[in-house]
């Protein structure tokens, strides 16, 4: 079967750094998504990994190792808006077809 | 701006309707997706259509069914609704090999 594993929920604090890991086992891999979703919304693309190793966007950065089935999102400088959901995604062999994970809500305190 | 519209944003309906939900999107994108999102599930998919009257079922097809008669359209069909099937429903596009999906605002079904 196809899943992806990811934390329910985190908690960090204004300003901090939060990681948010995931493992994957798919039948095929075409490269790691994530996803945030604000309560109410739409789910939006952060970012993407085909590749091993480290993708930053701003304050948001994405890691890849294909070989442990793992990547994580990495918040850096957290801010109170960054409240949401964040899912991470498989696209599988082919690109067609995006599996998600059941998403990590995390919380930003002050 | 890149657009993915969904039809409705509530619905109720009874138990045993045929219940259509349709996604537009202008963006002229190969591939279309349908989710539905419960708590603690995540986004699961259930059918996808990379063209033109092409599709193919997901991880829970069953009690669904798909129509893509053109490319910026894609309806999903609850054939005889049941409770089990209130969610919320996600309509996603993406274009060709490409990396992002673009969602809709999503459908809250309610089925009484």
């Known amino acids: 079967g196809q899943s992806l594993e990811q934390p329910s929920e985190v908690t960090a604090v204004e300003g901090a750094i939060v990681q948010i890991n995931c493992t994957y086992q798919t039948s095929g891999f075409y490269g790691l998504s994530w996803y945030q979703q604000h309560d109410g919304g739409a789910p939006t693309f952060l970012s993407y990994n085909a590749l091993d190793g480290l993708e930053e966007t701003g304050r948001f950065s994405s890691f890849l190792s294909r070989s442990d089935s793992y990547g994580y999102l990495l918040l850096q400088e957290l801010q109170m808006k960054d409240s949401a959901s964040y899912f991470c995604a498989v696209r599988d062999t082919g690109g067609f077809k995006t599996i998600f994970g059941a998403g990590t809500r995390l919380f930003v305190k002050a | 701006d890149v657009k993915v519209t969904q039809s409705s944003r509530y619905l109720v309906k009874r138990t045993g309707e045929k219940v259509f939900l349709e996604c537009v999107q202008d963006m002229d994108h190969e591939n279309m997706f349908w989710y539905r999102q419960d708590p603690g599930l995540g986004l699961r998919l259930i059918y996808f259509?990379?063209?033109?009257?092409?599709?193919e079922k997901g991880d829970i097809p069953e009690g669904y069914s798909v129509s893509r008669e053109k490319k910026e359209r894609f309806s999903l069909i609850l054939e005889s609704a049941s409770t089990n099937q209130t969610s919320m429903y996600l309509c996603?596009?993406?274009?060709?090999?490409?990396?992002?999906?673009?969602f809709g605002q999503g459908t809250r079904l309610t089925v009484v």
């Open positions: 259509s990379y063209d033109v009257k092409m599709k």
């Open positions: 996603a596009s993406s274009k060709g090999q490409g990396r992002v999906a673009f």
